[in-house]
């Protein structure tokens, strides 16, 4: 079964700071892996896909890796904002035939001081 | 662009009461999904929809009851609400043609049975 584990569960960090958030999963079969943001009371905002033929995706100040063999996956987060705090989930997607199901995380939950 | 769009965004029932909730998505995507969010426990999926005409089991279906009316909607139904079905539930969908695109996500309804 496929876990996905990210630690540490909260992080804080001053405005400016660059900073790196960790997912793994126990299972490198996957179709991709996806990191999402969700700020309280809200939905989740989709940051990054990353394919598993793929090693990194690049959008703005964020840039996500993929190492699928090790079960890893990093999101960088540059200049850090206070408008960057949130909670920060990755999910795969398995690529197990029919399974069209997200495994999430538990989350990180980020803090940038001003 | 709304996006998904789910309705109601707050309700309280007593338990045994019935209640469907809405989502539809502008998107035109084929994939629809049905998750419920609990402390601890993250993001879990109930139910989904490959395509208009099809749903399927997630990882906690019971007492739930899913129809896909057509290409947009997607409702989720509690036959008789319990107090564990206290949560926050998410629709979200997602193009899935021949690629695995990226899942989008609505605010939320936070559901409180007492």
């Known amino acids: 079964k496929q876990e996905v584990t990210q630690i540490p569960a909260a992080l804080s960090v001053p405005e400016g700071e660059n900073l790196v958030l960790n997912c793994s999963f126990t299972?490198?079969?996957?179709?991709?892996l996806q990191w999402f943001r969700q700020d309280p009371g809200k939905g989740l905002t989709s940051l990054l896909l990353?394919?598993?033929?793929?090693r990194e995706q690049t959008s703005g100040r964020l840039n996500a890796s993929l190492d699928k063999s090790s079960g890893r996956s990093t999101l960088y987060i540059a200049a850090s904002q206070p408008g960057d705090s949130a909670t920060y989930l990755c999910?795969?997607?398995?690529?197990?035939?029919?399974?069209?199901?997200?495994?999430f995380g538990q989350g990180t939950r980020l803090t940038i001081n001003p | 662009n709304a996006g998904v769009t789910q309705t109601p965004k707050f309700q309280v029932l007593k338990t045994g009461q019935s209640m469907t909730l809405q989502c539809a998505q502008d998107?035109?995507?084929?994939?629809m999904y049905w998750y419920r969010q609990d402390p601890g426990m993250g993001l879990r999926l109930i139910y989904y929809?490959?395509?208009?005409?099809?749903?399927d089991k997630g990882e906690v279906p019971n007492g739930y009851n899913v129809s896909r009316l057509n290409k947009r909607e997607f409702s989720l139904r509690l036959e008789s609400a319990a107090p564990s079905q206290t949560s926050v539930y998410f629709c979200?969908?997602?193009?899935?043609?021949?690629?695995?695109?990226?899942?989008?996500f609505g605010d939320g309804t936070r559901l409180s049975i007492l």
């Open positions: 979200a969908s997602s193009v899935e043609t021949r690629s695995s695109g990226p899942q989008h």
């Open positions: 299972d490198s079969a996957i179709y991709n």
């Open positions: 990353i394919q598993s033929s793929q």
């Open positions: 999910a795969v997607r398995p690529s197990i035939q029919g399974a069209q199901k997200l495994v």
């Open positions: 998107m035109n995507h084929n994939s």
């Open positions: 929809s490959a395509s208009e005409g099809t749903t």
